[in-house]
């Protein structure tokens, strides 16, 4: 049976829900349905409050939201955009996507919600104060008040202590959340603070405040057992419906961090950890025990309670549809309720069991993973009733639309439905990530409508409501318009779907630096987004800079095809820098936004819509030597950036990496973790050290310390925790005469003058007299860090190893980054030219 029909109309691209739109439709098992029947009888919720994804103990969430069968959410305060990257290249807002998705894909299985406030990841911060400088305190402090007035939980439990984090140190992020906590326990049922945020919530007061105190790595600070205060809790019971522990189920969320590396093996057997008590009532024996969690607790609930206790008694699990007519009956009562919030969790809990309950299997496809406002797209999907319950499909409507399908179609059991719409678009926003739409500052990200504050992400595109007769009672559910394909070795895939611009313009470079008065190419390329486009692509310069030609014309007859544009860019004679900026025009108006795909295959593919720009920087550079290798470690761009000022860089393969194949290049540097990252690191280090004993420059980009990891550098040093936060603190050169600050570019202070996020980080603060420390700094208030740059003479050659964060500051276009690193490679290259490669360079 197929249903096809044309709407026309205004299509919504937001709804106010929250819902984790690029997943298959949800197949829950018998099993699976015993246990939300279960926490449908349990009136309760619980806040954990933290500051960064991984942050977040998974084992609490995962006992709180099935075993205590609370609502249970993760209120992150940054998205973690600060942090590095195991899985690629991305960093910054990117790895915020991508840390999001591992989040959302975290409380998929721990059986959590997930909710952020604006905060930008800025970096590593050392105290409270200058976080809520620039996290711009009260607005930060908003968002955690609107989080837990629109969550409403009995019970708050942050990660962090109010003076340092778990495990000693202070981190300022970490210490600001459990701040923020306090306060905005203190305030959320006060009416008139953030007095705005109550057209759309009402105030409310948590029960109680406590710190989970249990210590990163399976240690206490001290044993707590009959502390006043404290609350033993052992969050490691096994669930025999979902047969596993909650450390099994904390493991394969925290597993989920990948990007971090946070893989981890589940255990099993006790786990006791603590909950202090902050602020609240204290009970006596349970953070819980003086907090109704029946159906009591609600006007009209007493009776409901009791027709869930019987339905979920009278629950059988060969026959899961069986119980669908008392589950109706239960749902009317629910949608009577007076109680708005407890209404509206409950139903949608209580229509996932329905759903369930009846094998209902209904999802919307579109025929595109994209599609452009104007465009007609087209949707096909299926519903089918895998029960002998009376279900009827009455109609669907798509939101926005004044238009609705009619089937009045009887789903018989295990009889596909078909179903088929053709939707035109009309001027609705590009699926951006709403929090990337307008310019961030350093500390917060831009969200004016109050009501997408806090949403992981945005909400799907397009969404249908299905509206059914089931045994004669209404019953109706949405579901998102997705894309799906069949991937020959992954099988069924699922893609969000998304509205995109007509044409998109990338720049090819994100970064160009020109070490000389010669012009440089920038390659464009435009990417159409639907069936013929057409119009002028252009480079847009700062004052002082030149551009040939001046347009060039593009066609391009179907959607997904390119024009590649080049551009000659010529710099000004002295230093300067600024941006070179795409655009392009279509049907009178002009496109500047790119287009970035994000497919790491464990998190649904992410669309971004960038500005199309690259960073053009003219400096004064001179360099010695010609022919880098590079082992890359958890990943950076450190090597395209070289390759911008003129080197020919080689990605070298650790399974093949000995002293022969490498001697040929003038310097071999190692990527940013690569000795925590590549166990093949302690077979190659001697091959290494012979490389500099005969007249080799190595560079070892930073690392942290690791008990298992191999020496590495010729002569001993200690990797600490020592690390300067402040991109802007004073860097003092201890070694003028240096060849890494006297050639061939005379290092100064201007050279440490538009670094981003930090100077460096994991410095060592002890080493072997042989070294020569370079440079020294810190942050306000602390001693000097003079281990971020440490160079010796071995043999023939040079080693160096660095904790300054060049991996940031080469990818940014900062100039003096460029000089520096530049000396760094050039170390030792006065020495007579006779590798090959530089003979084959020279010929």
Known sequence: MRLTTRVTGALLLFCFT???YAQAPEKPNAAELKQALNKLEVLGSVMYLAAHPDDENTRLIAYMANEKKLRTAYLAMTRGDGGQNLVGTEIRELLGIIRTQELLAARRTDGGEQFFTRANDFGYSKNPDETFEIWEGEDVLSDVVWNIRRFRPDVIITRFDTTRDNSGRMHGHHTASAILAQRAFDIAADPKVFPEQLKYVDTWQPKGLYWNTYNFGGRFTSSHEDQPGYFAIDLNQYNPLLGKSYDEISALSRSQHKSQGFGSTGRRGNIPEYLRHWKGDLPKNDVFENIDQTWARVEGGKEIGELIKKANENFDIQNPSASVAELLVIREKISALKDEYWREVKGAELDGIIKGALGLYVELVASDYSAVNGQTLNIYGEAINRSDANV??????????????KPYQPLKNNERFDVAADLVLRENKISQPYWLEKEASLGMYTVENQRMRGLPENSPTIEATFNFKVEGKPYSFSVPVVHKTNDRVDGEVYRPFVITPPVFVNTQQSVLIFPDNETKQIDVTVIAGKDDVSGKVSLSLPAGWKVSPESLDYSIAKKGGEYRAEFQVLPPAGASEGFAKAQVTYEGKTYNKGLKIIDYGYIPTQTIFPESQAKIVKLDLKRKGQFVGYIMGS??????ALEQIGYNVTLLDPENITTESIADYDAVIIGVRAYNTIDRMRVIQP????????????????????????????YSFSISRDRVTKEEAEVRILAPDHPIIDGPNKITSKDFEGWVQERGLYFPNQWDERYTAILSANDPGESPKNGGLLVTKYGEGYFVYSGYSWFRELPAGVPGAFRIFTNMISLGQDKPNSTSLNSVENK
Request: glycine share 10%.
């Open 392 to 405: 009827e499909l009455e109609t669907i409507s798509f939101d926005g639309y004044d238009v609705v399908l």
């Open 687 to 714: 091959e290494l050290m012979d490389y500099v004993k005969e007249g080799g420059t190595l560079i070892a980009q930073y690392n942290t310390s690791m008990s298992n990891q191999p020496p590495i550098g010729p």
């Open 635 to 640: 990943g950076d761009a450190v090597p395209e």
């Open 18 to 20: 929250s819902i984790l």
